[in-house]
């Protein structure tokens, strides 16, 4: 985020990144036969509000998830233990970029999921979160990083104009939830700024309204297999989607897994 929100917004803004991914993205099944092969500790770096934490430990996993968020972390608790796996997760907030715990060098499992990786701004943020991953991994660990790769399309439309995203119903409150969002492709430092903004209240009812400002650094797959290997990591497949078909033209995303050497 572009700026740190006080807590009123920080905690609204976590309760509606939950609404904003009440359709599965379609990599939880990844991620789950991913920590069965590794059979050991799981790290999420960018945990967010749990959404692929709380399964893992409910699949009978060690999870350790870390994030800069506060308030998402304490979404992430509460769901962990409405769940009964309150006791197989440890939240640590912190940055992905330079966190070390305790014990670095013991996970089987380490990922950064969903395009988290593209919420540092920096070139070096990023190189250093692979680092991150690769530290915590002890040998033959597998790390995995997860990145939306917009096309040429994609981009020119990223010129400002607002659009409608989506209405939805607020599970929690029984709300109404507008969401638009526009975005902005800068070429000169390879970013894209997302603006949401989230209006909700009951029909017939004046909205509260949010507004949430990212800055992503889009990320290719060159650099994704160079930071990597800077990393001491080796790679094993550079996939084109959660099924980890292959990456080739037309392709939306890019998700590496990697073995810790």
């Avoid at 979160?129 to 790769?149: C, E, I, N, Q, S």
């Avoid at 969002?181 to 509260?208: C, I, K, M, N, W």
Wanted: proline share 5%; hydrophobic share 45%.
């Amino acid at each position: 985020m572009l700026e740190r929100p006080d807590a009123a917004t920080a905690a609204a803004l976590a309760r509606l990144y939950d609404l904003d991914l009440l359709e599965d993205p379609g990599d939880l099944v990844l991620y789950r036969a991913l920590a069965d092969r590794a059979d050991g500790a799981v790290l999420e770096l960018a945990a967010g509000t749990g959404r692929i934490t709380v399964p893992l430990a409910a699949a009978g996993h060690s999870v350790t998830a870390v994030d800069n968020d506060a308030a998402m972390l304490d979404r992430a608790r509460r769901r962990a233990n409405a769940d009964g796996v309150g006791d197989r997760i440890e939240f640590l907030e912190a940055d992905m970029v330079d966190v070390r715990l305790d014990g670095a060098g013991r996970h089987r499992l380490a990922f950064i999921a969903l395009n988290s990786i593209m919420v540092l701004p920096t070139r070096e943020g990023q190189r250093a979160a692979f680092r991150t991953l690769a530290a915590h991994l002890a040998p033959g660990g597998l790390a995995v990083v997860d990145a939306w790769l917009p096309d040429g399309d994609n981009l020119a439309r990223f010129d400002g104009r607002v659009i409608l995203e989506w209405p939805r119903t607020d599970p929690e409150s029984g709300a109404v939830v507008t969401k638009t969002g526009s975005a902005q492709h800068d070429a000169a430092t390879g970013t894209v700024t997302l603006t949401a903004v989230y209006e909700v209240g009951r029909q017939g009812e004046s909205p509260v309204r949010w507004v949430r400002r990212d800055r992503l650094r889009l990320i290719s797959p060159d650099e994704m297999t160079a930071f990597a290997e800077d990393a001491g990591l080796d790679v094993e497949i550079l996939a084109g989607g959660y099924d980890l078909s292959p990456l080739g033209p037309g392709s939306e995303r890019a998700v590496l897994v990697a073995v810790r050497r």
